[in-house]
T-cell receptor, first 115, second 111 residues
Framework: GAGVSQSPSNKVTEKGKDVELRCDPISGHTALYWYRQSLGQGLEFLIYFQGNSAPDKSGLPSDRFSAERTGGSVSTLTIQRTQQEDSAVYLC?????????????FGPGTRLLVL | EDKVVQSPLSLVVHEGDTVTLNCSYEVTNFRSLLWYKQEKKAPTFLFMLTSSGIEKKSGRLSSILDKKELFSILNITATQTGDSAVYLCAVPPVGTYKYIFGTGTRLKVLA
């Protein structure tokens, strides 16, 4: 597609339920990133995928968070047993290369609300 | 600890005003600084700055980097209501893809 797409755009769930957030990066982009943005805060790095390499999961806040990327393209971020503090906008970005200064292109995000 | 600080946190101006947004950073092994505009959810790329003192310009927006004093400014002239957004500054330290983002400046332009 023309840009990074994410689904759903909004998700409301009850505390304790699991949620899955999807990201479809720009075609040909080998690097994929997940960020979390809480209200009034900057973007918090969660996880990074590059091709077939092992992902960098160092930003995941707890073991309730996991992510996978199938076939080097689509990625799914899963949050198990959601808590109210998980409420945030989850943003996905992709870039063409792995170099740190390579521009990242962001998707529209998924706004998660945990009641 | 690497950090990026933006100021002001928020700003309200009237159409036609000129605004200056600030981003200061303390990052080891600096290579570049990026500005993004975030209107609803998706940040969109504005500028990437790598060299000190060279202004980048796009229409009414311009930005410059000062690597000695460790800051960048983003200027918007003749502001329009469509400029209302959160402006984010990010710095990726050399050797890492983990962008460090500031908390952003929320700009509101009144008609």
């Amino acid at each position: 597609g023309a840009g990074v797409s994410q689904s759903p755009s909004n998700k409301v769930t009850e505390k304790g339920k699991d949620v899955e957030l999807r990201c479809d990066p720009i075609s040909g982009h080998t690097a994929l990133y997940w960020y979390r943005q809480s209200l009034g805060q900057g973007l918090e790095f969660l996880i990074y995928f590059q091709g077939n390499s092992a992902p960098d999961k160092s930003g995941l806040p707890s073991d309730r968070f996991s992510a996978e990327r199938t076939g080097g393209s689509v990625s799914t971020l899963t949050i198990q047993r959601t808590q109210q503090e998980d409420s945030a906008v989850y943003l996905c970005a992709s870039s063409l290369k792995t170099r740190s200064e390579e521009t990242q292109y962001f998707g529209p995000g998924t706004r998660l609300l945990v009641l | 600890e690497d950090k990026v600080v933006q100021s002001p946190l928020s700003l309200v101006v009237h159409e036609g005003d000129t605004v200056t947004l600030n981003c200061s950073y303390e990052v080891t092994n600096f290579r570049s600084l990026l500005w993004y505009k975030q209107e609803k959810k998706a940040p969109t790329f504005l500028f990437m700055l790598t060299s000190s003192g060279i202004e980048k310009k796009s229409g009414r927006l311009s930005s410059i980097l000062d690597k000695k004093e460790l800051f960048s400014i983003l200027n918007i002239t003749a502001t329009q209501t469509g400029d209302s957004a959160v402006y984010l500054c990010a710095v990726p330290p050399v050797g890492t893809y983990k962008y460090i983002f500031g908390t952003g400046t929320r700009l509101k332009v009144l008609a």
